[in-house]
């Protein structure tokens, strides 16, 4: 870890920057789940009306869903990484924070297409323990059990903030050079997403498979009709 007080300012930057994306995304950025559904019939061909209907859908459909997702989601952060990026450490706030949001809404997007919508105060804790641990954060039984969801999520929005901080801040003090850091940025944001898809699409997974064993949901028949590329 650099120490330096370049270190230290950029990872205060940096844990600035995800919390104000995370409460941001908290407060103002939900997915509208009917929506998704109805993007998911119509362009992989899901034959689902709600979240709930994901659980009667083959385990590989939703998992090749869940690849497109994190695929297209990469792109696009790789894409405002390498634009924004190009002004150094002046862009890294508006960026962080922009980063923030795109990761939030692909695990809302991954909760929906394992079945859980996030419509309850319950689904939404569940929805922001996702997150920790897609961050690699341990919130601890006690913390998800005792706390609220007003109390709940800014708690894990300031462990995930920090946590985020302490790991990335060397990686970013590169784009304090200006241009260079364009590259930078579309590298770093391109890998954040795979990190952050990987771990939540691990977490989704297993709770549904939980899910269907505890309902002893039956095995479904392949969909009849090739699912289509994202």
Do not use: C
């Amino acid at each position: 870890m650099d120490w330096s007080p370049r270190g230290v300012k950029a990872r205060k930057t940096l844990v600035k920057a995800v919390e104000a994306g995370l409460t941001r995304a908290y407060s103002s950025v939900k997915l509208d789940s009917a929506a998704y559904l109805q993007y998911l019939r119509r362009a992989h061909r899901l034959p689902v009306e709600s979240a709930d209907d994901m659980f009667h859908l083959p385990v590989a459909a939703l998992d090749h869903v869940a690849e497109q997702t994190i695929k297209t989601t990469r792109k696009i952060a790789a894409l405002e990484g390498a634009g924004v990026g190009m002004g150094g450490l002046l862009t890294v706030l508006p960026d962080m924070s922009f980063l923030a949001v795109v990761a939030m809404r692909m695990l809302q997007k991954l909760s929906l297409i394992y079945g859980f919508d996030y419509a309850t105060d319950d689904e939404i804790v569940q929805l922001w323990v996702a997150a920790a641990t897609a961050a690699g954060v341990d919130l601890g039984r006690d913390l998800i059990e005792k706390e609220v969801v007003e109390r709940f999520v800014p708690r894990v929005v300031e462990r995930v903030a920090a946590k985020l901080g302490v790991e990335i801040a060397e990686k970013w003090t590169a784009r304090l050079i200006p241009v260079v850091s364009g590259a930078i940025g579309a590298t770093l944001n391109y890998y954040f997403i795979k990190e952050w898809g990987r771990r939540a699409q691990a977490h989704f997974r297993a709770r549904h498979l939980h899910h269907r064993r505890m309902a002893s949901l039956p095995e479904p028949y392949p969909l009849r009709k090739p699912l289509l590329p994202a």
